[in-house]
């Protein structure tokens, strides 16, 4: 079986998936990190992450680069949605994703185009999405506990930005997959939203 789980930042999505992969014990691949290891690495690099050409040569990533804390922080996940935007980007990181989905056994995956572009064929496909508020409230708070000071409006200017960027590129944008099932999880706490995930999990299965 594969799960696809794409939503917008902070929804709530790889929170869910982990709580999927880990109920139907389903190999997972977060695909946020694959952009944010490109973002980190042009950074460090002092690269331009709005030319393509400086991103392309930052798609050379080592793999240990994506356990590094540094991809977590807010600063790599815009750049993130910066060379995202660019095609050839996508294009480097297509196969591999592509083949961690088609994997023996099933695989589950999170992003923004897993159930459009990277596994269209998956068998169960959700769309979690939650208001720009409350995703700011939730990311605001998730910062804060890692001791990192930043104000309410900026955090939600930021996840303005990103959705604006991410569902506006040409390739490959934040889109709904037309047969994914919406999970809106802005009044669920963690534990109903991951039981409603399963709920429709379980739903897909039986329908065959
Ligand atoms: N239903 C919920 N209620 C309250 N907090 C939540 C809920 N779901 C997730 N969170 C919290 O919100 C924050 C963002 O969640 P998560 O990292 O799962 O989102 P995401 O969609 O994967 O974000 P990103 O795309 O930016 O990585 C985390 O701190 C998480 O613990
Ligand atoms: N399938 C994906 C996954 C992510 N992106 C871009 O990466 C940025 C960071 O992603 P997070 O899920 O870790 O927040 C995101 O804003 C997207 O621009 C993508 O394009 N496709």
Redesign the pocket.
Known sequence: MIIAVD????????????ALARQYNLPHL?T?LLYRAVAATVLREGLDPSKEADAVAACGFDDSLLADPFLRTDEV?QTASIVSAHPLVRAALLARQKRFAQQPGGALL??RDIGTVIAPEAEVKLF?K?TPM??AQ??H??LR?NGINVSLDKVLADIRA?DERDSQRSEAPLVQAADAVTLD?SF???D??VQRAVEIVEKKRASG
Not at 7 to 18: E, H, L, Y
């Open positions: 939503g917008p930042a902070a929804s709530g999505k790889g929170t869910i998936a982990r977060d946020g996940g999170d992003g979690v939650a409350i995703r939730r990311r708070l998730e506990k990103r999880t669920l706490s963690i109903a939203a």
